[in-house]
């Protein structure tokens, strides 16, 4: 079971390199051509807009979906999962439609309580770019229903390339539209990108699944959903509250505050969703299936495992971001409209969110443990209290030490609530202590320490202010591998085993293929 669930992640990882990838390529075109000017800030505000208003109905109904689904096919009722994802799928055609036209009406509002700080035209534009975003949360949504059907049949390929279609998207249509459209262009292009996300699953949808023209108000799933769901939608808003803060507060400093935010989290988020969301993909539904089937042991080593992983590649991913902030910023954005002054500006922000990323990465492990035992409240509890935290420090530290100070919140935020998530897994699945749990992360940590101290001093000693970009690509490179190698030197010496795992099926992956242990 461990081999099946690393060697799944694996492959998602390796799936989900391609958006990741394209994602940067796409944070690359926008600091080109856009920098950190006020149209990219109000651009970002549009952006999440949507997801304010809708984003309930798919981060919550991915996560509650796939429990249920997962129970369907763990029990060989085919026939009822097809029923009730159709009749979900039907019902969101219906309700979004209604609901995203209403939202285009109230967009003027939405942008004043989200960015009070921006002025009359720069709210005007926002308004604009919104409601051309507005009708994506329809098509989002149903990728959502279609991303937990697949996943819950351990497919996760498809599923993993969404990012891919958003990032792709985007970028063509910067590069085709810029000159016409200006900022629009970047809109338009990211309003295709979120319509691919669904289409980019559909031909795995209609070979492995069944969609029934159907809407059955009565189906016992519905009844699933709905206790599943209220605690979820709950969380997924505070969700949203969180995010509404961070642009509400980032909006009352200097222009360019938000783009430099949103290209240190861009940065922080690479090991996040390449890792963190990988493993938690991959053992999600295997958790459900596990839960379902009363095999507590099982579930107990899926999840510690998940956790292991996790913590092997975020701890050294967290050290180096902030060992190498300002060379890693200065490669990937500093060109055209962006300033060696928003280098600096950008990776000090990431700094203080790289102090969070186990945190990040461990709580959506972890949430997806408790998701799977049917028990949604227990989260949803401790991510509202963990959003009053992070509101408080945010509120007392923005004045004073601005993005930074918003940076630091998110972190010791974060951090705050992935431990308490693990208190109270540890409780409830009935487990002291897991002794190789705590031993492979202590390792992690020396190891992680070992290889940013090398990182940063190599980096220190060949760093040129003043040089050309393959100068600074090239300390980058060499600063990174060194502190690499360090890592896995330190690593095998203190005999992390989760280490010699993960290269063993990495190598067997680049050197024989696919040979997934779990298919997608």
């Given at each position: 079971?461990?081999?099946?669930?690393?060697?799944?992640?694996?492959?998602?990882?390796?799936?989900?390199?391609?958006?990741?990838?394209?994602?940067?390529?796409?944070?690359?075109?926008?600091?080109?051509?856009?920098?950190?000017?006020?149209?990219?800030?109000?651009?970002?505000?549009?952006?999440?807009?949507?997801?304010?208003?809708?984003?309930?109905?798919?981060?919550?109904?991915?996560?509650?979906?796939?429990?249920?689904?997962?129970?369907?096919?763990?029990?060989?009722?085919?026939?009822?999962?097809?029923?009730?994802?159709?009749?979900?799928?039907?019902?969101?055609?219906?309700?979004?439609?209604?609901?995203?036209?209403?939202?285009?009406?109230?967009?003027?509002?939405?942008?004043?309580?989200?960015?009070?700080?921006?002025?009359?035209?720069?709210?005007?534009?926002?308004?604009?770019?919104?409601?051309?975003?507005?009708?994506?949360?329809?098509?989002?949504?149903?990728?959502?229903?279609?991303?937990?059907?697949?996943?819950?049949?351990?497919?996760?390929?498809?599923?993993?390339?969404?990012?891919?279609?958003?990032?792709?998207?985007?970028?063509?249509?910067?590069?085709?539209?810029?000159?016409?459209?200006?900022?629009?262009?970047?809109?338009?292009?990211?309003?295709a990108g979120l319509f691919a996300q669904l289409l980019v699953q559909l031909p795995n949808y209609l070979r492995r699944c069944k969609y029934r023209f159907v809407l059955d108000l009565r189906h016992p799933g519905l009844r699933s959903l709905a206790l599943i769901l209220g605690p979820i939608i709950v969380g997924s808003a505070v969700g949203q509250v969180n995010l509404f803060f961070d642009k509400y507060f980032a909006s009352t400093l200097q222009p360019g505050n938000i783009a430099a935010m949103q290209y240190a989290t861009k940065v922080?988020?690479?090991?996040?969703?390449?890792?963190?969301?990988?493993?938690?993909?991959?053992?999600?539904?295997?958790?459900?299936?596990?839960?379902?089937?009363?095999?507590?042991?099982?579930?107990?080593?899926?999840?510690?495992?998940?956790?292991?992983?996790?913590?092997?590649?975020?701890?050294?991913?967290?050290?180096?971001?902030?060992?190498?902030?300002?060379?890693?910023?200065?490669?990937?954005?500093?060109?055209?409209?962006?300033?060696?002054?928003?280098?600096?500006?950008?990776?000090?922000?990431?700094?203080?969110?790289?102090?969070?990323?186990?945190?990040?990465?461990?709580?959506?492990?972890?949430?997806?443990?408790?998701?799977?035992?049917?028990?949604?409240?227990?989260?949803?509890?401790?991510?509202?209290?963990?959003?009053?935290?992070?509101?408080?420090?945010?509120?007392?530290?923005?004045?004073?030490?601005?993005?930074?100070?918003?940076?630091?919140?998110?972190?010791?935020?974060?951090?705050?609530?992935?431990?308490?998530?693990?208190?109270?897994?540890?409780?409830?699945?009935?487990?002291?202590?897991d002794v190789r749990t705590s031993a492979s992360f202590g390792a992690t940590l020396v190891a992680s320490v070992s290889m940013a101290a090398v990182a940063s001093s190599v980096s220190t000693a060949l760093w040129r202010v003043s040089a050309p970009f393959w100068h600074h690509a090239a300390v980058m490179l060499v600063a990174m591998l060194a502190g690499g190698l360090v890592f896995l030197m330190v690593g095998a010496a203190l005999r992390i085993r989760e280490l010699s795992e993960l290269w063993s099926l990495l190598s067997q992956r680049?050197?024989?293929?696919?040979?997934?242990?779990?298919?997608?």
């Open positions: 079971m461990k081999s099946s669930v690393t060697s799944s992640t694996v492959a998602v990882m390796l799936a989900t390199l391609l958006s990741m990838v394209l994602g940067f390529a796409r944070e690359v075109v926008s600091a080109k051509y856009f920098g950190e000017r006020w149209e990219l800030d109000a651009f970002l505000v549009a952006a999440i807009i949507p997801t304010l208003v809708f984003g309930v109905f798919n981060g919550a109904l991915v996560s509650a979906l796939v429990p249920i689904f997962s129970g369907y096919f763990a029990e060989g009722e085919d026939e009822e999962a097809w029923r009730f994802s159709s009749t979900v799928i039907n019902g969101l055609l219906i309700v979004l439609s209604l609901l995203a036209a209403a939202a285009w009406l109230a967009a003027p509002w939405f942008v004043h309580v989200v960015a009070k700080g921006f002025p009359g035209p720069e709210a005007g534009v926002t308004t604009r770019m919104a409601r051309i975003l507005m009708p994506t949360i329809v098509a989002t949504s149903v990728a959502g229903v279609v991303q937990a059907l697949l996943n819950a049949q351990h497919r996760f390929r498809a599923a993993s390339l969404q990012g891919a279609a958003v990032n792709l998207f985007t970028i063509a249509g910067v590069l085709a539209l810029f000159r016409m459209y200006g900022i629009y262009a970047l809109v338009f292009g990211m309003a922080v988020g690479f090991p996040q969703q390449l890792f963190a969301v990988a493993i938690a993909t991959v053992i999600f539904p295997l958790l459900s299936a596990q839960f379902a089937t009363k095999e507590l042991a099982s579930l107990r080593s899926t999840a510690f495992t998940g956790l292991r992983m996790t913590a092997l590649i975020t701890t050294p991913a967290a050290f180096g971001l902030i060992a190498l902030a300002r060379p890693i910023i200065s490669v990937l954005f500093e060109r055209g409209e962006f300033t060696p002054g928003d280098v600096v500006r950008t990776a000090g922000a990431m700094q203080f969110y790289a102090v969070g990323l186990l945190g990040i990465a461990a709580s959506i492990v972890l949430t997806r443990c408790f998701f799977a035992m049917h028990d949604s409240k227990t989260p949803v509890l401790i991510a509202s209290a963990v959003v009053v935290l992070n509101v408080v420090l945010s509120a007392l530290s923005v004045g004073r030490f601005g993005i930074n100070g918003l940076a630091a919140s998110n972190s010791l935020a974060s951090l705050v609530e992935a431990a308490v998530l693990a208190y109270l897994f540890v409780r409830r699945v009935g487990v002291v202590a680049v050197h024989k293929g696919a040979g997934s242990a779990a298919p997608l």
